[in-house]
């Protein structure tokens, strides 16, 4: 199954800092290659300020973040979940943007198309407890204990809904994929068919080092 096929009627958002042109040159070149029509989301900067108290209508709880930044990277991803929830489209794949596809990333996306999920993660981390519970073509299925990472997602409108009903915002994206609250079915493929060199989280730590000449 090509591309165009595998992606239709799904839309594909790629967060990104509004002036990171290296990085938006260079993942409109990953996802050319591999077919993927797609729109930026200005990332929420949290480098050179404090963020509000209050976003998207919820509380923000900074004791569950080690910093701005990833309090920037979930405020990120809640602006795209609700994007989603305010759509037509019952499913979005959502990429940060560093995140690098491997050539066999349709036929991925493709094969996910038949699994029952309501978040499906093609990149992630060795943390997290799960079991293989099925395979599509080269891949595993994987549940369990969600891995770390936010790179590259599948999402249904409802579990968007579900993210943008919460009162708050007190964890990063990725842990709070494992959120009791909010009752989600998460399932890893592997081999992760995108890899990530840094996450946005870094990606907006590192502008802020070099911003402020402040390395540690």
């Given amino acids: 199954m090509g591309t165009r096929s595998a992606i ?5 958002y790629v967060i990104s800092l509004k002036n990171s042109e290296t990085r938006r040159r260079n993942m409109t070149e990953r996802l050319g290659a591999v077919g993927i029509p797609f729109q930026f989301v200005d990332a929420i900067d949290g480098r050179t300020q404090r963020l509000p108290d209050v976003f998207d209508g919820s509380r923000v709880v900074r004791d569950g973040f080690q910093s ?3 309090i920037a990277c979930a405020m990120s991803h809640r602006l795209v979940h609700r994007l989603i929830m305010d759509g037509d489209s019952e499913l979005a794949l959502i990429f940060e943007d560093d995140a ?3 050539p066999d990333f349709p036929e991925a996306l493709a094969l996910a198309k038949r699994l029952r999920f309501d978040i499906l993660k093609f990149e992630g981390g060795a943390w997290g407890r799960r079991a293989r519970i099925g395979t599509i073509g ?3 299925v994987m549940a369990g204990t ?4 936010s790179a590259a997602y599948l999402i249904h409108r409802s579990a968007a ?3 943008c009903t919460l009162p708050v915002v ?3 994206i990725d842990v709070a994929f494992g959120d009791l609250r909010l009752q989600l079915r998460v399932l890893d493929l592997e ?3 995108v890899k990530q060199v840094y996450g946005l989280r870094a990606a907006i730590k590192m502008d802020l080092a070099r911003i402020t000449g402040n390395t540690r």
């Fill in 138 to 140: 080269k891949f595993a």
């Fill in 146 to 149: 969600p891995s770390l990472g």
């Fill in 161 to 163: 809904t579900r993210f």
């Fill in 100 to 102: 690098g596809p491997s």
């Fill in 191 to 193: 081999p992760y068919p």
């Fill in 170 to 172: 007190d964890k990063p």
């Fill in 8 to 12: 239709a009627g799904i839309p594909v």
């Fill in 68 to 70: 701005e930044a990833e």
